[in-house]
């Protein structure tokens, strides 16, 4: 007679398994749900973290959609056990959410390596808490996926389509620019935002749960299908089922965020549109999992691939249109050629063997490759002595014409002093000049601020002038449009040279060569440089302080320098 091959020891059953009175003590007190005893024999226990908060309004549907992720774990064999974890509402949070994406990153960490689980679904809806869970996630390496709470539906407002976030941008401009009235631009708020969900545009949430997509984390389709449609709860019915069967194969992220995951993601954004923080979420995301991947690759990867996807901020549909069209798989089915078809997923096949059925609905929506929406859909990544570690622009959200540009600085030292001057009539501006604002990078404000895409001068709204070169150490919303360069390092507060440029400079733009360059002898910016003092904290003390001593800069993905690796799931003391 053949012995039967043992089972393998789950993680959980290092709690539950015992005899002793540790075994008791963790055993008997999750009884009180009400759980029988077969439920510690050894069958997968899953965690469900879940970011559900009714301040963070694109993940407060996370309960119900928990719910069927739970259906499908007991489904499958396994124990769900749902626990929360710190979320981050991005129109709530003050200074800004990115200041406390690191907080919500450990959070994650230590919550799934403290608890008796074998492997762990992660909830993520607004912009923040997919990175933070998926960075967590990735220094425990306990089989993993995602799940994305889903967009809202196209937002209508007097008879027109309005997209989250991009449709603030636009109509705030037209009240400044007396185009539409104050009550006008108020009416459009229930309109913009009219189910349960997260930005509906190409934002940095789309944008987000596409990477996961792409990267392999998550299911297909889990990028767009739009929160309130019941595919959204059949995906998380069938990803509490995958999950268990991960925890069977073994299926960890480290054998699914590899150097090709990371570069298909860097294509699939480009493809998109995709927002520019993405380039921080992933640089912080591959430092985690200990890949090799730079800023530099972004632009190397991405910058021929063509924008496929005609949707806001870069065009005019928004997600529940993508979905329609064919979503993300849709989009990854042109780009084949270009992808690591045969890199791993959490379906435990192949990127190649998912896209197998992916179909196009509506070329109108998803182009065909050979012709794109836009030609260049990619983050251009752009150094010179204004940016010597690099700064990044989003040219399918720039002007054509601005993508070569001369221009006289507008300095501005900080978000406070933009907001006080820019409407001045006395600035001294024109369509040609270049606004600079400092002292909004991760040290600065602190936690880089969305500020990147500051407001034109009322007076040049006024004469019809909609675009101009922007440049700040900030970051921009992924909603935002503009020829807006961001994430300059080092930035201001950190002495980069950001800091040295006065109004009156010449600034020269070369997106094509990828330069940026400020046009001042190197004597002057010495001087500028012996007699520069850095700000004081905007904050002081508690995690503030924390945050702004161990930041890295925004070339590296601003994570916590402590942070960077994995660190397992192994708990080596008992709880006491
Ligand atoms: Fe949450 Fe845009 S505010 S996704």
Known sequence: MTTPPAKPKRRSQEWFGQLSKDGFLHRSWMKNHGLP????????????????????????????LAEKIKAGVYQAGGIPLDFPVTSLGETNLRPTAMLLRNLAAMDVEESIRANPIDGVV????????????????LSCDLPSIVISGGPMLNGRYMGRTVGSGTDVWRLSEEVRAGKIS?????????????????????????????????????????????????????????????IVDMVREDLKPSSIVTRAAFENAVIVNGAVGGST????????????????FSLADWDRI???????????????????????????????????????????????????????????????????????????????????????????????????????????AVAFESIEDMK?????????????????????????????????NMPLPKKLLEQGVRDMVRISDARM????????????????????????????????????????????????????????QAPEPAMKGGYQSLYVDRVTQADEGCDFDFLHGRRGAAVPRESH
């Open 122 to 137: 992660l909830m993520t809806g607004c912009d923040k808490t997919t990175p933070s869970l998926v960075m967590g996630a």
């Open 302 to 408: 991405g910058c021929d691939i063509p924008c496929l996807v005609d949707l806001m901020p870069s065009g005019q549909f928004l997600m529940e249109d993508f979905y329609y069209a064919g979503g993300l798989p849709g989009v990854m089915s042109r780009l084949k050629d270009k992808l690591h078809l045969d890199a791993v997923t959490v379906t435990g096949q192949t990127l190649g063997e998912n896209l197998a059925d992916a179909v196009v609905y509506d070329d109108a929506v998803i182009t065909p490759y050979d012709q794109p929406f836009k030609p260049h859909g990619g983050i251009s990544v752009l150094t010179g002595n204004l940016a010597p570690n690099g700064a990044v622009l989003k040219p399918s959200a720039a002007s054509p014409h601005l993508l070569k540009h001369s221009g006289k």
């Open 277 to 292: 923080n993405a380039v921080l979420h992933l640089l912080a995301m591959a430092k985690r999992a200990e890949v090799d």
């Open 477 to 532: 919303s992924g909603t935002a449009y503009g020829t807006v360069i961001l994430h300059c390092a080092p930035e201001a507060a950190a002495g980069g040279p950001l800091a040295l440029v006065q109004t009156g400079d010449t600034i020269s733009l070369d997106v094509e060569a990828r330069r940026l360059t400020l046009e001042v002898e190197e004597g002057e910016l010495a001087r500028r440089r012996a007699a520069w």
């Open 420 to 452: 006080a001057r820019i409407d001045d009539p006395d600035l001294p501006v024109t369509a040609n000049s270049i606004l600079v604002l400092k002292n909004c990078g991760p040290r600065g404000y602190p936690g880089m601020a969305e500020v990147g």
């Open 37 to 64: 005893e077969d439920s510690f024999d050894g069958r997968p226990i899953i965690g469900i973290c879940n970011t559900f908060s009714e301040l963070t309004p694109c993940n407060a549907h996370f309960r119900g």
């Open 182 to 242: 104050q009550a006008e631009f108020m009416a459009a708020e229930e309109g913009m935002s009219r189910s349960a969900g997260h930005c509906m545009t190409m934002g940095t949430a789309s944008t987000m749960a596409s990477m996961v997509e792409a990267l392999g984390l998550a299911l297909p389709t889990n990028a767009a299908i739009p929160a309130v449609d019941a595919r959204r709860e059949r995906l998380a019915w069938l990803t509490g089922r995958r």
